[in-house]
């Protein structure tokens, strides 16, 4: 009996990984944007050199979400049960005053409330992003 193996290139995966980032940087920079226009006297993000610091604000956030988050998850994950779930935004906020710590005056959020609701559009719009674009396109592609 022969057997016969297929090699699939990795080249999708990098082209998915790609789509994938670039997707979340879009709609990152979209929410942040968004936000800082219709709440000018509680976050700012710096306008100079045409949006520079919404791009690399969304950048941050996207590494942050995939580096730290799990970590941060896996160390609150009692506090989250305990809580039913309600303490996991909680965790974005954390990583919205991590951005803003990083970028000093280019990047601000006054006030927990404000850092929640981005937190919640953020998590929503992850949330959309995975449901409607990013999962029918994966499996567009591998058809």
Known sequence: MKKVIIVQEDNNKKINNFVDW???????????????VIFKKTIYI??????????????????????????????????TGLTLGLFYPFINVFILNIVDY????????????MSFLVAVLISLMNILMDNIIIEPFLERKND
């Open 22 to 36: 670039l997707i979340y940087m879009i709609g990152y920079a979209l929410v942040l944007i968004t936000v800082s």
């Open 102 to 113: 990083l970028l000093g005056s280019h990047f601000i959020i006054k006030g927990l409330f």
């Open 46 to 79: 710096d306008d100079s050199y045409f949006g520079l610091y919404g791009l690399i604000a969304a950048i941050i956030i996207y590494i942050l979400n995939k580096t730290i988050k799990p970590i941060i998850i896996w160390l609150t994950l009692p506090i």
